[in-house]
């Protein structure tokens, strides 16, 4: 084995995990068979609130059937599913079984399950499934929900409300007291489905005789699975193993504990066989939780000058009809970054958590921190327009400047490190802005049908999911911190044990990197071993754009400390102090003794035969890091969307997208670029094509890819991308985020463009998504016109 004295950060390299995913040498969950896997179907209640009463009797005598069981049949078997943040004292947290025993509260609550041979004999038998349903009231509109005599979706709790929450920063009052300017706006942030190329898929395979379980899910958290999983069972967590195989994508959706997960185990430990369930599409966008979904009243006091004094902030935040593992939280991740980048005197935050008879939301990419930018973004290009001033130099204005970092702002968070002013001047470098204004000008004066706007987003996110002790106090269940173990091999090969679970974010890559300039190993020589509760026991998992910033530095502290053991076995073998040492490249030299050298695979041969260790040594060169972050990262930037809108049909086509980000040290540009790209076609979706919808009985209107409209690469522009570099004071990597910086800074800039190009038409708001529909619809209601 030869060392490498090649620098790995910093490269574009291609993603190790390529090659296997896109020649079809995939693992998915649903891809794995097992000799004597039996299959299990899902019976989901048509309607959104009704009391059951299910017999599964003839199901049991349909071909291949080899159990059928109702929620009522499994009740004492059945824990609850858990919610894990509760997010005040008194918050309202209704039983939630995987079968509803009596009740169905939402249109694709699993009622029954019916287990056969083949998957296609267990869907078909769910048709002899007899269910007599006595409808319900529903309840569909969050204010309604809240109101006096609005149906209730949990009877037993008496209220519609799971939790009111609330914070103060400064003097509001004084802030908004005789503020020349005000403006209050409402916007609504659509519910979203997460689409992910992979519906989730778990397989559960038992080893009865020794009471042990494996179990395979298309999961982001299969630490998480395995705790929980053992909590509610009763089996030992030690006879639980988890794997995340090869997962296609989560966007948060993967981010939970499943009714299907929990009932695979159930069924499993009760026939003794393995246990399969892969969720049909459809199902997916019924019964996996969706996004966002939020209506935010704001309210803005500023100087004339439009120098920001104050803020408030009330959200009604839509739960849906029952609390997965972290909905309560998702709204409220988002209250430190409501101010966003702007320095205020003074900032209040409400937030009310509303029970619907709607699927559950939870987790979906940036979770809570998009809506928080949405909202603040908007509110400046709308004080910009009220004060007649140009929204960048607007931004301008209030923006915290390079020279004042580190800055406490408003909300309690302290920001490390950025440089707004040089993001944004790249990017308007790069958009040519002033030409693009001047453009705009001209359509205007000659009432071209086909208008031009310019949108403006300068976001900043909270990354790096979190300090413990933040999470405490916070209500949270769980920690922030990570582990890894780096161990070099006999024969000079390197093992990175991560935590981190990756589905699709390029982690084998980037730690590989890492782990190659630390040890001066080559980069193909390097294993990242992940997503499988027996060869990395520790870790909490992959969300909140923490992989990197807490689970790569633990990789990196793993590293260090097992370079510090080389070194000190290289001495011994060398015969010298460790203080005559030098490491470079992967090997360790003897100052000013030519030819006095052990490369670290050497070193490791050595540490293996443990024929001559220093006193104290232990054989084998590995090491284990645990670390616990200080803070959040922080990174930021500027988005500038050019988006032409067809003021006679409504159609906008986004002519140009300018990206320019901050997200610390690069470790891989390639990827960097890729997490963008991901990032802006999710953001783009939501400001222009996606939005669930549900009619007045509670039926998913919106339930396959017809109705419910990702976007394609055809929809999509090329965008222009470009990076500044402030690295993060809160990591020794200096690294930031940036698996959601692209969502949480997209969708604002795209609809600040299309509201900038109809604001001569008296429009101030389009709803997203601004389908050409509803673009017309507020073009007609500004202009007079009966939408």
């Not at 967590?237 to 993967?254: L, T």
Request: hydrophobic residues 40%; charged residues 20%; contains cysteine.
């Amino acid at each position: 084995m030869t060392a490498t004295q090649e620098q790995e950060v910093g490269a574009a390299r291609r993603r190790k995990e390529d090659a296997h995913l896109i020649t079809g040498q995939t693992t998915w969950t649903d891809n794995i068979q097992l000799p004597g896997t039996v299959h299990a179907a899902l019976l989901r209640s048509p309607m959104a609130h009704a009391r059951v009463r299910v017999n599964v009797a003839a199901a049991r005598n349909e071909p291949g059937v080899v159990a059928a069981y109702s929620g009522a049949d499994l009740a004492d078997e059945l824990a609850e599913l858990p919610s894990a943040w509760q997010v005040t004292p008194d918050w309202v947290a209704p039983e939630h079984k995987p079968l509803a025993v009596d009740e169905a509260r939402y249109a694709g609550d699993a009622i029954a399950v019916v287990v056969a041979d083949t998957r296609a004999h267990a869907v078909d038998a769910l048709d002899a499934i007899e269910v007599d349903y006595d409808p319900l009231p529903v309840v569909l509109d969050m204010e309604q929900a809240i109101a006096d005599g609005s149906p209730l979706v949990h009877t037993e709790a008496g209220t519609n409300v799971c939790f009111r929450y609330s914070d103060t920063f400064g003097d509001v009052d004084a802030a908004f007291a005789n503020a020349p300017v005000r403006i209050t706006r409402r916007f609504v942030q659509q519910r979203l489905v997460a689409c992910a190329m992979e519906p989730r898929s778990v397989l559960v395979a038992p080893v009865p005789a020794a009471g042990e379980y494996t179990v395979w899910s298309s999961t982001q958290i299969p630490h998480f699975v395995r705790l929980f999983l053992a909590m509610l069972s009763g089996v030992p967590e030690s006879r639980i193993r988890v794997i995340a195989p090869d997962v296609g994508g989560g966007f948060g959706s993967k981010l939970d504990i499943y009714a299907e997960e929990l009932l695979a185990l159930t069924l499993a430990r009760k026939l003794g066989r393995p246990v399969k369930w892969t969720e049909t599409r459809s199902e997916a966008f019924q019964a996996t939780v969706h996004g966002r979904d939020q209506i935010q009243d704001l309210e803005l006091a500023a100087d004339a000058d439009g120098r920001i004094r104050g803020l408030r902030v009330n959200l009604l935040a839509d739960m849906g009809a029952y609390l997965q593992l972290l909905t309560p939280a998702i709204p409220l991740l988002g209250r430190a970054m409501f101010p966003g980048i702007y320095k205020m005197d003074a900032y209040e935050f409400g937030c009310v958590g509303v029970f619907t008879d709607k699927t559950p939301t939870d987790a979906y990419r940036g979770a809570g921190r998009p809506e928080a930018t949405f909202a603040i973004e908007r509110m400046l290009d709308e004080l910009a327009a009220e004060l007649h001033v140009d929204p960048l130099e607007m931004r301008r204005r209030n923006w915290i400047r390079h020279e004042e970092f580190p800055y406490a702002q408003i909300a309690g968070l302290t920001y490390d490190s950025g440089n707004y002013e040089a993001a944004t001047a790249r990017a308007t470098e790069l958009f040519d802005y002033d030409g693009l204004r001047a453009e705009q000008a001209r359509r205007r004066e000659a009432h071209d049908p086909v208008q031009l706007g310019i949108g403006v987003s300068t976001y900043t996110e909270m990354c790096g999911l979190a300090p413990s002790r933040w999470l405490g106090e916070r209500g949270y269940a769980g920690g922030g911190w990570e582990a890894a173990t780096v161990r070099v091999l006999p024969t000079g090969k390197v093992e990175a044990v991560i935590g981190t679970s990756p589905h699709g974010q390029g982690h084998v890559t980037t730690f590989s990197q890492l782990v190659a300039d630390t040890l001066g190993v080559p980069f193909d020589d390097i294993e990242v071993i992940h997503g499988d509760t027996a060869a990395a026991p520790a870790g909490l998992d992959t969300y909140g754009s923490r992989s990197l910033a807490v689970g790569g530095v633990a990789v990196w502290r793993a590293a260090q400390r097992v370079l510090g053991k080389a070194k000190t076995l290289a001495a011994h073998l060398l015969e010298v102090s460790e203080d005559d040492l030098e490491f470079s490249g992967g090997n360790f030299a003897v100052r000013g003794t030519p030819g006095a050298t052990k490369s670290i695979q050497e070193v490791a041969f050595a540490a293996f035969a443990a024929h001559s260790m220093p006193d104290g040594f232990e054989p084998t060169l590995s090491a284990d890091f645990v670390l616990e972050p200080d803070d959040f990262s922080f990174p930021h930037g500027t988005h500038l969307c050019a988006a032409e809108v067809d003021t006679e049909t409504g159609r906008v086509t986004i002519r140009s997208y300018v990206a320019v980000d901050d997200v610390g040290k690069v470790v891989n540009p390639m990827i960097v670029e890729g997490q963008v790209h991901g990032g802006l076609a999710q953001g783009i979706a939501q400001a222009l094509h996606e939005g669930a919808r549900y009619d007045a009985d509670g039926n998913l209107t919106t339930g396959t890819m017809v109705d419910y409209t990702p976007p394609t690469a055809a929809d999509l522009p090329s965008f222009t991308l470009d990076r500044t570099e402030t690295p993060s004071t809160n990591n020794p990597l200096g690294v930031k985020g940036v698996g959601e910086a692209g969502t949480i800074a997209s969708t604002p800039a795209v609809v600040n463009a299309v509201v900038d190009a109809l604001r001569p038409f008296g429009v101030a708001d389009v709803p997203m998504p601004c389908t050409p529909e509803n673009v017309w619809r507020a073009l007609h209601e500004a202009q007079g016109g009966a939408a």
